[in-house]
């Protein structure tokens, strides 16, 4: 059985397999994709990540050949490919692989049929040995002889996999291939796909709107919000050092508070943070992860004092969520959600003290308002 861990990253020496250069894509007047500067490199997993409808398909379409470019241009191994008003190969002289949510196989063939199918230019046997070795990656092979339909839809997505997968593509485009399975079985084939495209090296980009599968898939993630890409990083430095407040929001709640700052730092319920670079008086958002607020109880008894004091406990498996009535200085009182690991259960009303963990608390400029 796999790990769990995921293979590490691909070193940054890779050669690149895909690169976009200020991609766009317009449909019906409308602008879906702007300005995309991506690179793919082989051997890496690269994630198209944000929510329903900011242009990540159509950005994935746009590679596969499946839509024009209407500005900037596409190469795949240093060859263009795609430019607006230009060149545009059709899919099949692009060398990419295709998998999407759902598995479309073909039910009048067989398994094995179905992923030698795209194989050219080989012998017979040669193709049905490197079919064969595919689905034995996925754990198919006791299925080779077997219709689409006597198998379950985890069991057809890794059929389409090993198909997508059996010419050896340049670069492999995943839209979304595990959102209609459960969450268990999703958990599995994800990880079971992230570990057949490392042994293979294939260079792999995905589409998902699920920040976790994400982390857990990406050497790199590009995340986009209304048709553009806002930050392209390591999982690590999108969740770590994140550009906007957008970026921290999308991979979780957070904490929220204004305020300005003063001599290097920014009062807030909790305690002052930092302000970096920021200009004395400017006015910030303050971001804080629930997880990055450490709670430690009081021995004083519930109400016997004026501190900051638990609201609410809840136990949700892997940690518990407090919600807290935070005393800061200054007179601050703000209600704040906590994460804390295993079972954590004060009554409500416990006295409890607050520090940040600073590594995950982030200060942001509020946007000024437009001249009039």
Known sequence: MPSDAPPEAGTATAATVLALEDAGYAADGHRIVEHANLEV??????????????GKT??????????????????????????????HQPPEHRRVGLAFQEPALFPHLRVLDNVTFGLKGTSE????????????LFGMSEW????????????QQRVALARALAPSPKIMLLDEPFASLDARLRDQIRDDTLH???????????VTHDPEEAMFMADRIALMRNGRIVQTGTPRQLFREPS???????????NEWQGEVRNGWVETPVEP???????????????????????????EQPGETDSSHVLMARFLGRGSMLHICAHGSGDQEAHVHA????????????????????????VFPLPQDPPQ
């Open 125 to 136: 046997k040669e193709r049905r040995q490197r079919a064969l070795h595919l689905l034995e």
């Open 273 to 299: 943070v930092a302000a970096g670079n920021l200009a004395e008086g400017t006015p910030v958002q303050v971001m804080v992860r629930p997880e990055a607020i450490q709670v430690t109880p009081l021995p």
């Open 339 to 362: 994460r804390v690991p295993g079972l954590f259960l004060p009554q409500e009303e416990q006295p409890v003290s607050l520090s940040l963990d600073h590594d995950q608390t982030f």
């Open 58 to 87: 159509s950005l994935l379409r746009t590679v596969a050949g499946l839509q024009p470019l209407s500005e900037g241009r596409i190469l795949i191994d240093g060859h263009c490919v795609a430019e607006a008003g230009g060149a």
């Open 144 to 155: 080779a002889q077997a219709y689409p339909h006597t198998l379950s839809g985890g069991q």
């Open 244 to 254: 906007e407040p957008f970026v921290v929001s999308f991979f979780g709640a957070a």
């Open 41 to 54: 490199r082989a051997g890496e997993v690269l994630c198209l990540l944000g929510p329903s409808g900011c």
């Open 196 to 206: 057949v495209l490392k042994r293979l090296g294939a260079a792999t980009m995905l």
